[in-house]
């Protein structure tokens, strides 16, 4: 079996699927690992690297494509203007696809990986279960996006985060407040911690209060009748009485803060505005907000995707692709997840093994044999199509 590596095409990605120490892994297996040239250079693996570690470097695009009986790509396929073909129209049918591609929104891409006849695997769909932990590639994602906001946040802000206690006097530690408590919320909960802030967590899941608080942070906590969580640990959608007072009391807090981290996503869902132009008008002057959450539109009703501008005299920060901002780490942790998802649709003798009983398998497959086989996503188009005029 062959497993295929292109250089990532969308801009500003400086991610790789796989790095040479975990291609070394494969090697043993007796998989040949294709690798196009000077695909891990923005992320410091170079081509001597692969090589070293067994891989075959190949440097037409087209050809990698064609020979690779799985391609592992990070961001969703694009058009390749340097070889005039979408990558999809690369892949030959029955090849796999493993990447991150966000089926529920992008269906056109769902549709055309059915009229390719290719089986994909999106790494956004690991299912959250225990026994997936170690393929979970959105909560690796979210480790380093946690970890960088803080330290944008800081730099940002024209403040220390730890308390100083010099000869002039005093400083006060900064107070930062974190917007949702998923995986993301809590490794910057504990990098803000560690930078020496005061921190506050919000979010509307009681479940993880106790979590916050290990981290050394307050936990904000609204007590709601309905639901807040779905069963594989996410938020859900609220009320429209509920969001209510959900950004009533959120406001209170943001007052008072010198950054405002939010993270708050709800799968399927639009995200949702925590944050309130009439919020940020009532921050302290040189505060910061960085929004997480700006390439799905924002927690602030003021972010702009990818933008960093003062408004009110507080600054807000809407990063885009945050861990390909560390991308050494970020490559490395995504790498691993990849490995042991090929794990599973492999054989102990390297061979393509598809077990759709096993339920990661069954859980992340999207397109399979000409058809949508992921009842969500399946689901997700069936609406759109009935949306859509006649």
Same mark, same amino acid.
């Given at each position: ?16 699927? @796989? ?47 064609? %020979? ?24 030959? *049918? ?38 997936? %932990? ?80 290990? &981290? ?53 869902? *639009? ?47 809407? *990063? &885009? ?5 560390? *991308?050494?780490?970020?490559? %490395? ?18 061979? @393509? ?38």
């Amino acid at each position: 079996m062959k497993i295929g590596v292109p250089r990532e095409i969308i801009a500003n990605e400086t991610r790789v699927a @796989l790095v040479p120490d975990h291609v070394a892994q494969l090697k043993k297996k007796g998989i040949e690992v294709l690798v196009e040239t000077g695909a891990g250079v923005t992320s410091s693996f170079l081509d001597e690297a692969y090589q070293k570690a067994g891989a075959t470097i190949v440097t037409d695009t087209a050809t990698l494509f064609a %020979q690779s009986d799985v391609v592992c790509k990070v961001q969703r396929p694009l058009r390749n203007e340097a070889v005039g073909k979408h990558e999809i129209e690369m892949l030959h *049918p029955g090849s796999v696809l493993l990447t991150f591609f966000q089926p529920l929104v992008n269906h056109d891409l769902v549709k055309m990986l059915v009229d390719a006849q290719v089986t994909s695997f999106s790494m956004d769909a690991i299912p959250r279960t225990t026994r997936a %932990q170690s393929m979970d590639a959105l909560s690796s994602m979210s480790t380093v996006a946690g970890y960088k906001a803080v330290l944008i946040g800081a730099n940002a802000m024209g403040k220390f985060f730890p308390m100083f206690m010099t000869a002039a006097g005093t400083v006060p530690p900064a107070k930062v407040l974190v917007l949702g408590a998923g995986v993301a919320g809590l490794q910057a909960i504990a990098t803000a911690r560690r930078l020496g802030a005061v921190v506050e967590a919000f979010d509307v899941r009681p479940a993880v209060k106790e979590q916050v608080q290990s &981290l050394g942070a307050k936990f904000i906590e609204l007590e709601l009748e309905e639901s807040t969580e779905t069963q594989g640990g996410y938020a859900t959608q609220l009320s429209e009485e509920a969001h209510k007072r959900e950004v009533e009391l959120i406001h209170k807090h943001v007052r008072d803060a010198d950054v405002v981290i939010t993270t708050a996503l709800i799968p399927g869902k *639009p995200t949702p505005v925590l944050i309130t132009e009439e919020m940020v008008r009532d921050m302290k002057p040189g505060s910061v907000i960085v929004d997480l959450a700006s390439e799905n539109g924002g927690n602030c009703e003021l972010t702009e995707a990818g933008c960093d501008f003062l408004r009110h005299n507080v600054r807000i920060v809407g *990063p &885009l692709n945050v861990p390909s901002l560390m *991308p050494v780490h970020a490559s %490395q942790l995504y790498s691993k997840n990849i490995l042991n998802f090929l794990g599973l649709i492999t054989s102990i003798e390297g061979a @393509l093994n598809l077990n759709f009983d096993d339920d990661i398998v069954a859980g992340t497959c999207i397109t399979h044999e000409g058809r949508i086989v992921n009842p969500q996503v399946k689901a997700a188009l069936e609406t759109t199509l009935e949306r859509s005029p006649a």
